[in-house]
């Protein structure tokens, strides 16, 4: 039982709330040293700690605290000058201890802010906290249909994850999206993950799972003032799942509710095939975790000076880097979107750094190479060619070596594995013919051939100079600059226009 979204917000008001995780990317666990490569044989990254034998101690990563604090401060967060790691209680069988390191009433970062855009609105996002905790092993449910434990003839389970450090990142209650709630969402988790890639802590492959996000979703009848009941969808794993998560449940909710039913707080799970959530558990409340500080780690008490040191040396953000290059090359939001859409920012730059001018860098990018992309279905970043050689081509260009069609020929060839822009124009010949003299040739040649044409041009139809001007750049393979060809037609033909 569904509503049509757009009575749904007619009728309702959707609040939002989204928790992020983010598997950091330290070479060692949380806790112990085992390592943390994606992918390795079942069971081969463990040690007594991650697998909590009696008597094995935590030791904090200390690296792992230092990507927590750097990610709260480009989120604005404020950095605790003190705080515990504590203990969560529950079972699950991915998760040997029966309770999971986390932090509680004390963050790490906290009180911060992130502002995105949606469509051409800038909308702030506040940070509730920033905090660290480790990841569990993955269980493996075999012999069902769908993968999930029930109907499952059997389940296993690898704790090569288990103990990887992984940061919660929590907003407040986003109300007032409205409409956009969904896009909201979206562009959220979006601009997160490209913060974590700026800063280099994490890879954040939803695919892989080292960026996994909850999404929680309440509504509220249109001039009430007291929130609804929300329910949270677990591990939404793509930008495009964030955004259809937030839809149904919108969808679904309005219609529980006109109905007079009651929205029950749970967690629910998203289905990528139907788009739609059903129901997982009832949702616990911190209470029945038994939190209490973990008694087996030191406070962390990040010293001021080091965390300003890390706030001095945090690269330059996405938002502010995408800001500065819009100015720098002049282009429009739809152009920058269309560029950011296709991640072709680094390209573009790095040919810019390389000499070529910045709408010649994004003509190539965003045009021709876009579409070799496209069509091989590979990323832009791994087509067989660099910033530099592109720049190349713009200089040929430039200095009237090559025009736009030759170039498009040299770029063929580059990607073709023939060589560099140079070596290609020399292979195949693609020079401009400047030779006045062999221009010369090729002009009187097509005169001769297309007497007819000739005639009506000396008696003044200087429209049919064109057939004549495409006759040169057929006879020269294209490589005739085709305005000097004109004029030298007209000359020779006593016509002037
Ligand atoms: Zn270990």
């Not at 309770?99 to 996002?125: A, H, N, T």
């Not at 950011?340 to 021709?368: C, I, Q, S, Y």
């Not at 720049?391 to 260009?397: F, G, I, K, M, Q």
Request: net charge negative; glycine share 8%.
């Amino acid at each position: 039982m569904t509503m049509v979204y757009e009575e749904a917000l007619d009728r309702f008001e959707p609040v939002l709330g989204l928790e992020t995780h983010v598997e950091l990317g330290t070479k060692s666990k949380m806790f112990c040293g085992c390592k943390t490569t994606f992918g390795a044989p079942p069971n081969t990254q463990v040690c007594p700690t991650c697998l909590a034998f009696p008597g094995s101690l935590p030791v904090a990563n200390t690296m792992a605290i230092e990507s927590t604090i750097r990610i709260g401060l480009a989120l604005n967060c404020s950095i605790a000058d003190w705080c515990r790691f504590a203990r969560k209680n529950y079972f699950y069988p991915d998760m040997p201890k029966n309770y999971q390191i986390s932090q509680y009433d004390e963050p790490l970062c906290f009180d911060g802010y992130l502002d995105i855009e949606v469509e051409g609105q800038s909308v702030r996002i506040e940070i509730e906290r920033v905090h660290l905790e480790e990841d569990t092993g993955k269980s493996t449910h075999v012999g069902g249909a769908t993968g999930r434990i029930h109907g499952a003839d059997y389940s296993i389970v690898d704790y090569n994850r288990a103990g990887i450090p992984l940061v919660e990142i929590v907003t407040k209650p986003i109300p007032g999206t409205d409409r956009l709630a969904p896009e909201v969402a979206k562009a959220y988790v979006t601009e997160l993950r490209e913060i974590m890639r700026s800063l280099g802590v994490s890879d954040v492959r939803m695919e892989e799972g080292s960026l996994r996000c909850d999404v929680n979703v309440s509504l509220m009848p249109r001039g009430a003032s007291e929130w609804g009941t929300r329910t949270e969808t677990k591990n939404v794993n793509s930008l495009r799942s964030v955004e259809r998560a937030v839809r149904s449940e919108i969808e679904r909710q309005a219609a529980v509710l006109a109905d007079g039913g009651k929205i029950v707080q749970e967690t629910r799970h998203f289905h990528e095939d139907s788009g739609t959530t059903t129901s997982g558990r009832s949702k616990e409340e911190a209470q029945d975790y038994r939190y209490f500080p973990e008694p087996d780690l030191v406070p962390i008490a990040p010293e001021a000076a080091w965390v300003a040191e890390l706030k001095a040396a945090l690269p330059e953000l996405p938002l502010a880097r995408r800001k500065r290059l819009q100015a720098e090359w002049g282009v429009s939001d739809l152009d920058m979107q269309a560029m950011h859409n296709a991640d072709a920012f680094d390209l573009v730059e790095a040919t810019v750094a390389a000499g070529a001018p910045a709408a010649d860098a994004r003509k190539w990018w965003m045009g021709e190479l876009a579409r070799r992309a496209n069509e091989t279905v590979t990323p832009l970043a791994d087509l067989p060619i660099t910033p530099a050689q592109i720049a190349r081509v713009t200089e040929l260009v430039a200095s009237g070596a090559l025009n736009d069609k030759l170039a498009r020929e040299v770029l063929e060839g580059v990607l073709g594995g023939e060589g560099t822009p140079d070596e290609v124009v020399e292979r195949r010949g693609l020079r401009i013919v400047n030779d006045e003299g062999e221009l010369s040739a090729i002009v009187d040649q097509v005169l001769a051939d297309n007497a007819d044409a000739a005639d009506k041009v000396r008696s003044g139809k200087i429209a049919a100079a064109g057939a004549l001007v495409g006759g040169v750049m057929r006879a020269s393979k294209g490589k005739a600059d085709a305005g000097r060809a004109r004029q030298l037609i007209l000359e020779k033909l006593g016509v002037s226009e």
